[in-house]
């Protein structure tokens, strides 16, 4: 069966220092990536997806850059964070091949930012 | 462009009664899906019904069942003999298109859900 992994599960960063966020999902191959953001109470916003190794796409102009180094690796990453970056952090994946591409998510990351 | 609105931000059900959570959606591609996760507050998204755009009959599975009104482009999701487990935040989303092989989705807002003993 297919597992997602994320860490770490909470993180508390001073402004201006940098992040990285890993994601790595098990049982599956060529998975589609994706990173989200969750604001406080509020819905899922798209920052980045992949289809591949080394193919990112950007939904959202941002402080953050995400790379794909393995097949079932995500990263996500800022150089220096800003105090909005803070918020709720989910990856997830779906197959790749065929619909309807539903969803799997991580367990997420809480970044607070100050 | 494509939009999802949940528009109760929080509702309440007695435990064992049925529960009807609000979707409606906006898009111009024929072809689509349409989906419900749900939110506890442990922050995990766990995914609980699809409905493709083509399909005839609404989605069921388990408790859970999604009642499709193509023309009226909602997609409610009802919660049947509501237990306390089930409350948690309630997220609606779509996938227009077949999307390629990109599968990005947008969410709704979301509906927080309480059970009440």
């Known amino acids: 069966s297919q597992t997602i992994h994320q860490w770490p599960a909470t993180l508390v960063q001073p402004v201006g220092s940098p992040l990285s966020l890993e994601c790595t999902v098990e049982g599956t191959s060529n998975p589609n990536l994706y990173w989200y953001r969750q604001a406080a109470g509020r819905g899922l916003q798209l920052l980045f997806y992949?289809?591949?190794?080394?193919?990112i796409s950007s939904e959202v102009p941002q402080n953050l850059s995400a790379s794909r180094p393995q097949d079932r690796q995500f990263i996500l990453s800022s150089k220096k964070l800003l105090l909005s970056d803070s918020g709720f952090y989910l990856c997830?994946?779906?197959?790749?091949?065929?619909?309807?591409?539903?969803?799997?998510f991580g367990p997420g990351t809480r970044l607070t930012v100050t | 462009a494509q939009k999802i609105t949940q528009t109760q931000p929080g509702m309440f059900v007695q435990e064992k009664e049925a529960v009807t959570l609000d979707c409606t959606y906006d898009t111009s591609d024929p072809s689509y899906g349409l989906f419900w996760y749900k939110q506890p507050s442990s922050g995990e998204m766990i995914f609980l019904i699809y409905q493709g755009s083509y399909d005839q009959q609404n989605a069921t599975e388990g408790r859970y069942s999604l009642n499709f009104q193509k023309a009226r482009k909602s997609a409610n999701l009802v919660i049947s003999a509501s237990q306390l487990g089930d409350s948690a935040m309630y997220f609606c989303?779509?996938?227009?298109?077949?999307?390629?092989?990109?599968?990005?989705?947008?969410f709704g807002q979301g509906t927080t859900l309480q059970v009440k003993p």
């Open positions: 997830a994946w779906s197959v790749s091949y065929h619909g309807p591409y539903e969803q799997y």
């Open positions: 989303a779509m996938r227009e298109g077949p999307s390629g092989n990109t599968g990005k989705l947008i």
């Open positions: 992949s289809v591949g190794i080394g193919q």
